[in-house]
């Protein structure tokens, strides 16, 4: 049996381990947010500071790459210019070109001695060719999985399904990357094939990455035991541009919602527009009521979702289920034809932007570990729009009508996938 399939194998054994021990069952969250201010209001970054952790900062920039021909030139550029430290977490991290190209570009940094700390998830990794690991670690670099399963530790399986979906590359604490692209071909080129993805990655620069380093640290710590701390990590920042920001982060160990509250919390601030990007679309209860609450209000709510290229289709089925009083409301939901579509994006009333690793679903609310930039800026905001509008033009909308015709079949199949959608 080859390693990958001895790992899904293993996976196997553990959730079903993990559902006799904790009955793997997700925690409710019944917040109730009523509409109280609008975006532009003072109070609404004060509460998303208080309520998520971090406060929004000034002086920051952040620039747009789009699909992995502007991906991953920035992020191997900014790895081969790093004098000091380089703290890298991802989720998927798979064998091929561009998983080559980023452990020689980290093996080089580390042989000439910048302090080198790679975190992949055991799970989201599992194509990882052993060798890449093996090259880093001899030259010097740290690599660390996220809670793999041990069989000789019992607990690790009630730790499975909390994996971290996190996206964070921060180099000599000045420069930080944050987005949806995971370390893999499926990124690479420009959204041009059904097999190479759409989806978006930020630079950043500005005070902002001292939260980005510290969310780096968060899991850090988390999985060696280990503090990383001197100015080689913590720089003093200087202004970058206009764009205030907020890195936060979210992890089930903690017994954190911040994620969910925080999509909550800038839906019910909208007076004109939501527009939501999502890989995986699997929305709760309180979540469709927020939503549709902002229709009631007047607003326009439109999400883009990826169509029949998706990669995972139990999630659009599941998804499909759950449009019924969205589409009832008027909200408008699109889903995008060329590839598959893994961005996430969130734009508030052409000023509040969320960005980041998550999806709106139950695993990145309650199961994972995730990390968002919310960034309020009318020029990125405008920005935003403009991509989001671009992904629409080749787009499908789903009206209503055509969701209420769709066959039994399709039909069957959701109401069986919806059943799964709390691990989704």
């Not at 995972?312 to 969205?326: E, L, Y």
């Not at 734009?347 to 509040?352: F, Q």
Request: a neutral charge; charged letters at 20%; glycine letters at 8%.
């Amino acid at each position: 049996m080859s390693r990958i399939m001895q790992r899904f194998a293993h996976l196997h054994i553990a959730i079903l381990l993990c559902a006799a021990l904790v009955g793997c069952e997700a925690k409710a969250v019944n917040y109730q947010i009523n509409h109280e201010y609008g975006v532009a209001d003072p109070q609404f970054a004060r509460t998303m500071g208080h309520l998520l952790g971090p406060p929004l900062v000034q002086g920051n920039h952040v620039t747009t790459l789009i699909n992995g021909d502007q991906i991953f030139p920035a992020m191997l550029s900014a790895i081969a210019s790093a004098q000091k430290t380089i703290n890298f977490e991802t989720y998927v991290y798979w064998s091929g070109d561009i998983g080559k190209q980023f452990s020689d570009a980290l093996a080089e940094r580390a042989r000439a001695g910048v302090k080198a700390h790679v975190i992949i998830d055991w799970v989201g990794s599992g194509r990882i060719d052993r060798r890449y690991i093996r090259k880093m670690t001899d030259a010097g670099a740290r690599v660390v999985e996220y809670n793999p399963l041990r069989f000789y530790d019992v607990t690790s399986a009630s730790r499975l399904n909390n994996r971290t979906h996190r996206k964070l590359l921060v180099i000599d604490g000045v420069i930080g990357f944050t987005g949806g692209a995971g370390i893999a071909d499926e990124w690479k080129g420009d959204a041009d094939s059904p097999e190479h993805w759409r989806d978006t990655h930020y630079q950043i620069r500005g005070p902002v990455v001292e939260q980005m380093q510290a969310a780096f640290m968060d899991n850090w710590m988390k999985t060696t035991g280990q503090v990383l701390h001197s100015a080689d990590y913590f720089v003093a920042s200087e202004s970058a541009g206009d764009d205030a920001a907020q890195l936060f982060m979210s992890s089930s160990t903690g017994g954190s919602m911040s994620m969910q509250l925080m999509y909550l919390l800038s839906i019910a601030a909208a007076e004109k527009s939501v527009l939501l990007g999502s890989a995986y679309f699997v929305p709760d209860d309180l979540t469709i009521k927020t939503i549709v609450a902002a229709r009631k209000r007047g607003v326009r709510v439109v999400v883009l979702l990826p169509g029949r290229q998706i990669d995972v289709k139990t999630v659009r089925h599941a998804s499909r289920a759950r449009w019924g009083a969205m589409l009832t409301a008027g909200v408008e939901i699109y889903e995008y034809r060329p590839t598959m579509y893994h961005c996430k994006v969130m734009i508030v009333d052409d000023r509040w932007v969320a960005i980041g690793s998550s999806n709106l679903d139950n695993r990145s609310f309650r199961l994972n570990d995730e990390a968002n930039l919310n960034v309020l800026s009318e020029r990125f905001a405008a920005e935003q729009t403009l991509m989001f509008e671009q992904d629409l033009a080749k787009s499908r909308q789903i009206t209503l009508q055509m969701w209420r015709n769709r066959p039994l079949g399709e039909r069957m199949i959701e109401a069986f996938a919806s059943l799964l959608g709390p691990l989704l």
